[in-house]
Each structure stands twice: as C-alpha cells, then as structure tokens.
C-alpha cells in the first residue's frame, strides 16, 4: 500500500495515468501498424526499415527511435512522493518533446492529429503532477521541504535524529 499517498488520496492519481499512458501507446502502434501494414519490400528497404523488417516483420515492438527496446528501466520510482512527482513530471515533460519532434518530421494529418491529440495529455498530466506535488509539499511540515521521505523518516529537525 502507499500511506503517504493515502493521506493525500493520491494512490489511484498514478494508476489513472498510467493507464491513459498505456492507451497512449496503443494508439502510437496503430498509428505505426496504419503507416507499415502495405509496405512493399522495396519500400520497406528504403525507408531504412529493414533490419527492424528482418526482426519483427511489421509486428510493432515498441522502442525509442534509435532502436533500445522498451522495457521496464522505463519505470522510475524510488518510493518517495517527492521524488516520484518530480520523476513523473519529467517524464510527462519528454513525452511532449518527443511528440513536438514527430510533429516538426511529419506532415500527414492522419498522424499530426492523434500526436496532437497525444501532447495534449501529456501537458495536461504534467500539469496534474504539478497539482500533485504543491499538495504534497503544502502539507509537509516546512522544514521537511525536500529533506527526507516522510513515508520511512519522521524526525522532527531533518538532522536524521529521531
């Protein structure tokens, strides 16, 4: 369970975005499937698409654009709140980057749509994240302001005493 997460009611925060982020993804494939499922062989020699051809056909297998595989390094999180909102919004903050950068590549609207759509949501959960860590920051105690995890610490000057 997370009782610091619980104290600010936030346990079901992560697991909604999360969520959408997964749909995110799905929504990415299909946009790739759509863009490589006619592919004719010279096509896909051209496009420099080969070697990913030789390994997964026009299967999709998610990974960055320089070919690391996604997987679950992708995942940070350290257990405390103040950290994990932090890591969140950064994560939020690449996404958005990464669908700025598609959208300066690509011309199609039946791709710059969807990405549009895509970065939308991702400035909307860093904005949530946001929303997140003032709450969690509002109700620390001030001399905790980024001094110790309140989950595991409890001390009451932040010297590690107790």
Not at 70 to 92: H, P
Not at 95 to 104: K, M
Not at 132 to 156: G, H, M, T, W
Request: charged share 25%; with cysteine.
């Amino acid at each position: 369970m997370c009782p610091f997460y619980n104290t600010f009611q936030m346990c079901n925060f992560d697991t909604d975005i999360g969520t959408e982020e997964l749909a995110h993804l799905e929504m990415v494939a299909a946009i790739v499937h759509q863009l490589t499922r006619n592919l004719s062989m010279e096509e896909i020699e051209k496009s420099g698409f080969a070697n990913y051809y030789v390994d997964h056909t026009i299967g999709i297998w998610p990974q960055a654009a320089g070919g690391v595989p996604f997987n679950a390094c992708e995942f940070q999180v350290k257990g405390d709140i103040i950290t994990d909102l932090m890591e969140d919004m950064a994560a939020e903050q690449k996404a958005r980057s990464t669908y700025d950068n598609i959208l300066r590549l690509v011309d199609d609207p039946d791709v710059c749509g969807p990405i549009r759509f895509l970065r939308m949501r991702e400035v909307v959960h860093f904005q949530r994240f946001g929303e997140a860590l003032r709450i969690v920051q509002d109700k620390l105690n001030s001399k905790n302001f980024y001094a110790f995890n309140p989950e595991f610490d409890k001390c009451e000057d932040c010297t590690g005493k107790k």
